[in-house]
Structure formats: structure tokens, C-alpha cells
């Protein structure tokens, strides 16, 4: 089946980006050079790209280029070409750390209510919590609310779990970032994502 392409041009306007970003991002490797494609058209040589992994690209590079750096970002996009089989893999192995009360009692509910890599992310870091025993189980469950919803697959970065007048709340910051918080508000549990998944 032949691959469906867009034209430099097309694909300018239908994301808004300009020349100087696509090929900025061209030399950070944030695009494959093989995606770009010389033809032969009416008006001389024009490039293209495969339409349907182009857009996927630049919209995951517009979703988190405030998140990460272009290097950082590039490592990340380049490493999201393993083969899903081989993702599959790397999930199992970690749902597998999970502890038997923790699968009971939110893995279960989070791997059918939620796509498998946003589920497992969320779920690495709420068995690391359980563990801790510092939450009850109905914070565990906003948590895993506030890691759906706000901190969806962000792996270089901190969480923070703190307690002001007994109510625990939660906030993720870039890693390295200075923190500055009341003296009556008490940090209970941190840790850099990204070793919860070594």
C-alpha cells in the first residue's frame, strides 16, 4: 500500500510551524532525515514527508518541548520507535513489580480504565507510594487522579507528596527546580520519576 505524503508546504500550514522550526528540528534529529523525501513536481524539486508519522511527530514535539529540552526530546521520540512488542515487554515487566494488594485494589481498575502506558506510568509511581504506607488508600486514588490528568508520562521531573493540616496534596516540577514551601507544610514523600522505572 502506498504511503500517504504531505508537502513542505501543506504540512507548514496545517501545523503552524515555520521553515526555520521543521528544519531546526531536522538537526536535532527530532525528525528523521529519511522522512524527508525529494520529488519531482511541476514547479521543480519539492519535499515531502510520510503524512500520517510527520504529524504525530511535530504534535508530540509541540505537546513537550516546553516539558523537555530539544536533546532531551529527541532521545525520547527516537526511543518511541521500539517495537510495541518490545513496549509490551518493558509494561509487563513492570506491572509485574507491582505488589498483589496494589493490583487488587487500583492496578486492576487502572489498566482497563486507561491506555496501557499512561496506566503503567501512573501505576509504578502509586505502588512505589503504597509502599511507603504514607497515604490512605482514598488519597492513593487522588493521586492517581492527579498523575492522569496532570503529570501523564513526565519522567524528568520530581514528585512531591506534602501534608499542610493533615490534607495531603501533590505537585510534579522539573527536575532541579527550587521548591519554597510554608514552614507548616511538611514533605512526606519525593522522588525523581524517572528512577522509579529502572
Request: some cysteine; hydrophobic content about 35%.
Amino acid at each position: 500500500m502506498d504511503i500517504q505524503l504531505i508537502s513542505k508546504k501543506e504540512l507548514l500550514v496545517e501545523c503552524g510551524i515555520t521553515y526555520g522550526q521543521l528544519y531546526r528540528w531536522k538537526r536535532k534529529k527530532l525528525i528523521p532525515d529519511e522522512w524527508f523525501i525529494r520529488k519531482s513536481t511541476y514547479t521543480g524539486q519539492e519535499s515531502f514527508f510520510p503524512r500520517e508519522k510527520i504529524l504525530k511527530r511535530i504534535s508530540d514535539i509541540q505537546k513537550y518541548k516546553n516539558t523537555y529540552s530539544l536533546d532531551e526530546l529527541a532521545e525520547i521520540l527516537n526511543k518511541d520507535n521500539t517495537p510495541k512488542d518490545e513496549k509490551k515487554i518493558n509494561n509487563e515487566s513492570l506491572i509485574q513489580k507491582w505488589s498483589d494488594y496494589f493490583k487488587q485494589e487500583i492496578g486492576e481498575e487502572l489498566l482497563n480504565s486507561y491506555p496501557e502506558d499512561e496506566a503503567v506510568y501512573a501505576g509504578v509511581i502509586l505502588n512505589d507510594v503504597m509502599n511507603q504506607n504514607i497515604l490512605s488508600l482514598s488519597e492513593l486514588k487522588e493521586l492517581r487522579e492527579f498523575l492522569i490528568n496532570r503529570g501523564t508520562l513526565k519522567f524528568n521531573a520530581e514528585l512531591y507528596i506534602n501534608r499542610k493540616l493533615g490534607l495531603a496534596f501533590y505537585f510534579i516540577v522539573e527536575k532541579n527546580s527550587q521548591i519554597i514551601l510554608e514552614d507548616n507544610v511538611k514533605t512526606i514523600y519525593s522522588t525523581h520519576i524517572e528512577t522509579l522505572f529502572k
